[in-house]
Structures are given as C-alpha cells and as structure tokens.
C-alpha cells in the first residue's frame, strides 16, 4: 500500500468518529420538546457523591435529567462516552468542555436529551473523582 493510502486508511475511522460525536450533540428538530411527554431522572450530587450511584436511562426516549448540588462544592456531572451518544436539546448546556455539566452548590440544571445508544457508561465528578465521586450510567 502506498504511503498515503496507509494514512488515509488510518486517519478514516477517526473522521467517521469525529463526525458521530458532532451529530450526536445536534439537536433533534424533530421532537417538538414542548409536547414531548419527558421522562424526569434525578441526580443528587454531595460533597463526594452522587445519588443514585446507577443511573438508567431509556434509549429514544426524551429525558430531562435534573442535576441537584446539594453540596457545598462546585460539582460536574462528565460522562464524555455518555455525552457522544445523546442527542441534546440545548447543546449550550454542556459549556465549553463538551463533556460535562457544572453545577454550582445549591443550584441544580436541567438537562433534556434523547439517548440514541444502549451502553454502560462511566460518570465522574472531574474535580473528585479521587476522592470516589463516580457511578455508573446504563441506556436501556
């Protein structure tokens, strides 16, 4: 194989991936989220912890997750496999990082998104995951 095939070849799968996680994050214009009968799933973040440490979420099915800081430390909910799978509603909720939602203490967000994969996904507080800030996402 000539030397620019051979990086061709190896450069493809990355594009094609590039290109998913781009439509993933789009908004589907075709839920009218403002008759979408939404599933509500809460996530409690503390200091260290968040609760449930097994969240489940339904695939195609429109979802508002609520995350509430009941801490007294600045808390992310980042879960970039998870992230790439989903289709949000509002892609400016996710910030810069693309990865992950901050909430400050005693504040909460909400998050709409349909889940387009099954799949086991981890979820990490980045500022505490060293301390066991981390559970456990599943898309059903």
Known sequence: ?????????LLTPIITFVACCAIAQTPDASIDWTKADIAT????????????????????VPTRLRLVNIGTELHDFTAADFFKTVDLRDPSVMGSSGIGITVEPHQEKDVDFIARLPGHFGLICADHDWAGMTADIFVE
């Open 1 to 9: 194989m000539p030397p620019i095939a051979a990086k061709i070849s």
């Open 41 to 60: 799933v809460t996530v409690t973040m503390a200091d260290y912890t968040f609760s449930p440490r097994r969240v489940t979420f339904r695939r195609s």
